[in-house]
């Protein structure tokens, strides 16, 4: 385990899957992660990569030729190698290798780099194309926050506050994939109130989320968090049935259609790089 720390936040990082495994404010005394209970769901922070969410029979098609692929990428269980530039910044890197190549053929390298800055904890993914073709991928966060997070609060005190939606579209699932059919979150104020049903048909998949900071917050204190992220098209909240947690989950990628091809380079979302070209994008999480 890899710690971090400044005057005022702690973490924890570990080098399976480059995973967020706590995030502890000093000044409020809370711990804001999940604590991966497997009671319900044994992740705290999984990196999602090469892909996101499910494909179609789990696989896909790339130049003529199948893949097998497991839901949500293979980054999640692999060991990063990891540096720790100083007490307050550490860098994970992963590349392909040869088992990686029969699920995914594509050279690459995957960096996610955690800093603290203030009450901040700052994450950049960056991908570097490290082939000599196109590179086709999606990545995205699974970050879950723990609900309740402090005595005396259940569930249904807490709410996600969100700086732009007054009104949020969501895509419905059926076995993992992404249906046809949609339906409307009116927010009042522009505030989501945390219910356990709001998850018993599994995750709500936004693909016009207009907001770049979701907070959350609840109506018996103030404490919370602000959720800023940019230039993730797509957006994916999730509970286990009944699970003290809410993950927040910014997404580059969405998971396969249910009428999509398997063609890799049909891919709703998929991002492509040329041979040499780096791809980043950054999240903060800010305690208080």
């Excluded at 999602?48 to 789990?58: A, E, Q, T, W």
């Excluded at 049903?197 to 599994?202: A, C, P, R, T």
């Excluded at 968090?225 to 990628?253: R, Y």
């Amino acid at each position: 385990m890899i710690t971090l720390e400044n005057d005022y936040i702690k973490v924890s990082l570990a080098a399976k899957g480059a995973e967020l495994q706590g995030l502890f404010s000093k000044e409020t005394g809370i711990e804001y992660l999940w604590d991966a209970n497997p009671k319900f769901w044994a992740k705290h922070s999984p990196v999602l990569f090469p892909i996101v969410g499910s494909l179609k029979n789990d696989s896909f098609n790339y130049k003529g030729k199948n893949y097998a692929l497991p839901r949500h990428g293979f980054a999640r269980d692999h060991v990063f190698n990891f540096d720790k530039i100083s007490g307050t910044e550490a860098v994970f890197t992963l590349t392909q290798s040869d088992d990686t190549l029969k699920l995914y053929p594509f050279y690459f390298e995957l960096r996610l780099k955690y800093q603290l800055i203030d009450r901040k904890l700052n994450l950049t993914y960056e991908v570097v194309n490290t082939g000599t073709e196109e590179m086709y991928f999606s990545i995205g966060a699974h970050p879950a926050f723990a609900v309740p997070n402090t005595p005396n609060t259940k569930y249904e005190d807490y709410y996600l506050a969100f700086n732009a939606d007054e009104k949020l579209t969501y895509w419905k699932l059926e076995d993992g994939l992404v249906a046809d059919d949609t339906a409307n979150i009116e927010l009042g104020g522009h505030k989501l109130n945390l219910t356990h049903d709001l998850f018993y048909n599994d995750a709500l998949v936004f693909k016009t989320i207009q907001s770049n900071c979701i907070s959350l917050l609840n109506t018996k204190n103030d404490y919370g968090l602000h959720f800023h992220f940019e230039d993730f098209p797509f957006f994916g909240i999730w509970a286990a049935t009944n699970a003290p947690f809410v993950c927040l989950e910014p997404w580059c990628g969405v998971a396969d259609g249910v009428n999509h091809d398997q063609d890799l380079e049909h891919k709703e979302g998929i991002i492509k790089i040329a041979a040499g070209e780096n791809w980043e994008r950054y999240l903060e999480v800010e305690c208080f």
